[in-house]
């Protein structure tokens, strides 16, 4: 089984800039197993915007500690993105995205590189349905999600899998008990 896959929108390294408990979502993720990842095209947006602001220095500091932190993959051009962009441009069903060609680059890339989430607070990416002819080639949509919403489903993923373990640690501890008294009593006898 490969661990899942999360790909980083440009205004997630503004919110984990600006925010500790977003950072600290993340960071749970890659102990957790999950890999994180994001695009040269998001990096370059990212910097551009995060320069331009009061605090750049600041956000631009705190992104590069965070690819270091969380140990990001970053993803460049290849064929797939090339096929995903042209085609999402072209074919174009949905119409909240005709002028966002970068938003729809980023979203090509995700779905390139296979990625099982997309974190995103742009509401109109996270609507966004591609082209069913892109479906019919073997490509699909990650599950785009705010930050907070995966931060939910991964602590809904966390106490599923820590309501197994105790119930299921539970029963061999009752079982350890029994046999432990069961023992004591055979050699009172």
Aim: glycine share 4%.
């Amino acid at each position: 089984m490969t661990n899942p896959t999360i790909f980083l929108d440009m205004p997630v390294f503004f919110t984990c800039a600006e925010d500790t408990r977003s950072r600290t979502t993340l960071q749970h993720a890659k102990n957790a197993g999950y890999l994180i990842q994001t695009s040269i095209s998001v990096l370059g947006e990212a910097f551009i915007q995060m320069h331009e602001h009061e605090k750049g220095l600041e956000y631009i500091t705190s992104m590069n500690q965070l690819l270091d932190d969380w140990n990001v993959a970053v993803h460049f051009p290849n064929d797939s993105v090339r096929i995903l962009c042209f085609r999402m441009g072209e074919e174009e069903v949905d119409t909240r995205m005709i002028r966002e060609p970068t938003d729809r680059t980023h979203l090509a890339y995700a779905m390139a590189y296979h990625s099982d989430y997309f974190l995103t607070s742009d509401r109109n990416l996270i609507r966004y349905r591609i082209p069913s002819s892109l479906e019919a080639i073997g490509f699909s949509k990650p599950a785009c999600l705010p930050l907070e919403e995966f931060r939910d489903e991964m602590l809904m993923k966390v106490r599923e899998v820590s309501y197994e373990w105790d119930t299921t640690g539970s029963s061999n501890r009752n079982f350890t008990r029994r046999s432990t008294t069961e023992m004591s009593d055979k050699n009172d006898a």
